[in-house]
């Protein structure tokens, strides 16, 4: 992967050093207290464990905190049985993991929930606590592995998408000058950036003219003064500062603080050797970009230098 982006494992090192691993959050939901407590205290070291005593609750804490890894519910509450909480979670938190926890013979069911796949696992009252633990240690890793999927999928669509709508803007666009600002937008959106400029090069400068997108509003353009930019021309690489604040290398560089950046990426587009055009991203908050969104970044800017190396013969 080094021969397309040189620069891209110091870049990835840089990334992953502001990530900060975080516990899986995990719901439970019982009416009788103890039992609350007593599951809070059994996962609290190895989850973010949140609490509700009945399912109305339970959609509620949902509601407000999202997605979930796993959910242990109690079958027989008040208003609302656990396995018809559950099948309520499914449409909108489909990868999260459930599992019944039951004192009855409930057969018919939890059979029913089993078999509709909104049931993991069902465990019986009163639980063995390191069968309990070994059974949400499982479903926790299912859970990864279906987020990962999915995730994943979700990136093979996304990638997709921007391939072709960068396609798209340049065939629609009737000028040079046209491509700039829909191409701007599209990366800001993509990439949930508070900021886009795409910016020509000639002859080894900034162009005067310009594209700039900003989810904001009113971006201000400062990449004639910018040290990653005119590192990134120069070298030909991929530049990034991924918490601005922190990089004393960047502290003359004032337009940063001015403006409220704290991360900057910014990706030369590159046609037969040449820089044709600068696409800078910028946030208001330190960068957490994947390894992959980084490679999709460089290869989307040389489908961008190819698309204006065209447009300088065509348009």
């Given at each position: 992967?080094?021969?397309?982006?040189?620069?891209?494992?110091?870049?990835?090192?840089?990334?992953?050093?502001?990530?900060?691993?975080?516990?899986?959050?995990?719901?439970?939901?019982?009416?009788?207290?103890?039992?609350?407590?007593?599951?809070?205290?059994?996962?609290?070291?190895?989850?973010?464990?949140?609490?509700?005593?009945?399912?109305?609750?339970?959609?509620?804490?949902?509601?407000?905190?999202?997605?979930?890894?796993?959910?242990?519910?109690?079958?027989?509450?008040?208003?609302?049985?656990?396995?018809?909480?559950?099948?309520?979670?499914?449409?909108?938190?489909?990868?999260?993991?459930?599992?019944?926890?039951?004192?009855?013979?409930?057969?018919?069911?939890?059979?029913?929930?089993?078999?509709?796949?909104?049931?993991?696992?069902?465990?019986?009252?009163?639980?063995?606590?390191?069968?309990?633990?070994?059974?949400?240690?499982?479903?926790?890793?299912?859970?990864?592995?279906?987020?990962?999927?999915?995730?994943?999928?979700?990136?093979?669509?996304?990638?997709?998408?921007?391939?072709?709508?960068?396609?798209?803007?340049?065939?629609?666009?009737?000028?040079?000058?046209?491509?700039?600002?829909?191409?701007?937008?599209?990366?800001?959106?993509?990439?949930?950036?508070?900021?886009?400029?795409?910016?020509?090069?000639?002859?080894?400068?900034?162009?005067?003219?310009?594209?700039?997108?900003?989810?904001?509003?009113?971006?201000?353009?400062?990449?004639?003064?910018?040290?990653?930019?005119?590192?990134?021309?120069?070298?030909?690489?991929?530049?990034v500062a991924v918490n601005i604040p922190a990089d004393h290398s960047l502290a003359s560089d004032t337009h940063y603080a001015s403006s409220g950046t704290q991360a900057h990426l910014i990706v030369p587009a590159i046609y037969r050797g040449e820089v044709l055009a600068v696409l800078s991203l910028q946030w208001?908050?330190?960068?957490?970009?994947?390894?992959?969104?980084?490679?999709?970044?460089?290869?989307?800017?040389?489908?961008?230098?190819?698309?204006?190396?065209?447009?300088?013969?065509?348009?």
């Amino acid at each position: 992967m080094n021969h397309i982006i040189p620069n891209l494992d110091t870049i990835s090192h840089q990334l992953m050093s502001l990530e900060r691993p975080k516990k899986a959050k995990m719901l439970v939901v019982d009416d009788e207290p103890d039992n609350l407590d007593l599951l809070y205290r059994t996962f609290r070291r190895d989850f973010q464990v949140l609490k509700a005593e009945s399912g109305v609750r339970a959609l509620e804490v949902l509601a407000a905190e999202g997605e979930v890894a796993v959910i242990i519910s109690d079958q027989r509450m008040p208003e609302m049985k656990g396995t018809e909480f559950l099948s309520r979670t499914v449409p909108q938190f489909p990868n999260t993991m459930r599992i019944i926890l039951t004192g009855f013979t409930d057969v018919e069911d939890l059979v029913e929930a089993i078999n509709s796949g909104q049931v993991y696992k069902y465990i019986t009252k009163p639980w063995n606590p390191d069968e309990l633990k070994e059974v949400v240690q499982r479903a926790a890793e299912t859970y990864e592995l279906l987020k990962q999927r999915t995730e994943e999928l979700q990136r093979s669509q996304s990638q997709t998408a921007l391939l072709s709508t960068i396609l798209c803007t340049a065939q629609e666009a009737n000028s040079l000058d046209a491509c700039l600002e829909p191409l701007a937008s599209l990366f800001n959106q993509t990439f949930h950036a508070d900021g886009c400029i795409v910016q020509l090069v000639e002859d080894g400068t900034l162009a005067a003219t310009q594209g700039v997108y900003s989810a904001n509003g009113g971006l201000e353009n400062w990449l004639d003064n910018d040290s990653l930019t005119k590192a990134a021309i120069a070298t030909q690489k991929m530049q990034v500062a991924v918490n601005i604040p922190a990089d004393h290398s960047l502290a003359s560089d004032t337009h940063y603080a001015s403006s409220g950046t704290q991360a900057h990426l910014i990706v030369p587009a590159i046609y037969r050797g040449e820089v044709l055009a600068v696409l800078s991203l910028q946030w208001k908050q330190p960068c957490t970009l994947r390894e992959d969104e980084l490679v999709l970044l460089h290869v989307s800017a040389q489908q961008i230098a190819l698309v204006f190396a065209c447009a300088r013969c065509h348009l």
